[in-house]
T-cell receptor
């Protein structure tokens, strides 16, 4: 069984650019959540996708958007990048039988210069 | 100004001893709690979870205790090993809004002394 995978591993972007991060959920999982983790802090909830629709959003501006595809994989898009967007972006998937449980991928390290 | 987030509480434990990591959670309505282990450069790894209708749950070498009266959660690791060295986060699910979104604590760094 394959766990949650994310791509790319690392990314460097310039302020004002746009970025797309990708996540493949674990087999049997239909819900995907995205989190932002700044250095030295706990992850912060960005949003969650279920049945290809946004199902809850944290305190992040609209320039953070996402998609979920029929195979339950997901994308996180961030427009107009700011320096403070530099962080580890984590994707977590939840199984059909228990949506409380969230299993994380390795993350994408985004650096904005 | 000071960046509080960078000053993680640290727990140093001798190899073979038991570790206890504590967490104060924020919301009395929280119905689900989970402990994660995060090693440097990796994503959080699920350790153990507990629902609010329980006060204790045991796994392999780990026990989670929940005290709803004082909104306190603890993770006990038996016979701590060097591989247990990591940052440990507790997280809670606050019901509402129809989604399952975890709110994380600040984390505790566990250092195991060989």
């Amino acid at each position: 069984e394959t766990g949650v995978t994310q791509s790319p591993t690392h990314l460097i972007k310039t302020r004002g650019q746009q970025v797309t991060l990708r996540c493949s959920s674990q087999s049997g999982h239909n819900t995907v959540s995205w989190y932002q983790q700044a250095l030295g802090q706990g992850p912060q909830f960005i949003f969650q996708y279920y049945r290809e629709e946004e199902n809850g959003r944290g305190n992040f501006p609209p320039r953070f958007s996402g998609l979920q595809f029929p195979n339950y994989s997901s994308e996180l898009n961030v427009n107009a990048l700011e320096l403070d967007d530099s962080a580890l972006y984590l994707c977590a998937s939840s199984p059909v039988w228990d949506q409380y449980e969230q299993y994380f991928g390795p993350g994408t390290r985004l650096t904005v210069t | 100004g000071e960046s509080v987030g960078l000053h993680l509480p640290t727990l140093s434990v001798q190899e073979g001893d038991n570790s206890i990591i504590n967490c104060a959670y924020s919301n009395s309505a929280s119905d689900y709690f989970i402990w994660y282990k995060q090693e440097s450069g990796k994503g959080p790894q699920f350790i153990i979870d507990i629902r609010s209708n329980m006060d204790k749950r045991q796994g392999q070498r780990v026990t989670v205790l929940l005290n709803k009266t004082v909104k306190h959660l603890s993770l006990q690791i038996a016979a701590t090993q060097p591989g247990d060295s990591a940052v440990y986060f507790c997280a809670e699910n606050i019901p509402g809004a129809g989604s399952y979104q975890l709110t994380f604590g600040k984390g505790t760094k566990l250092s195991v002394i060989p």
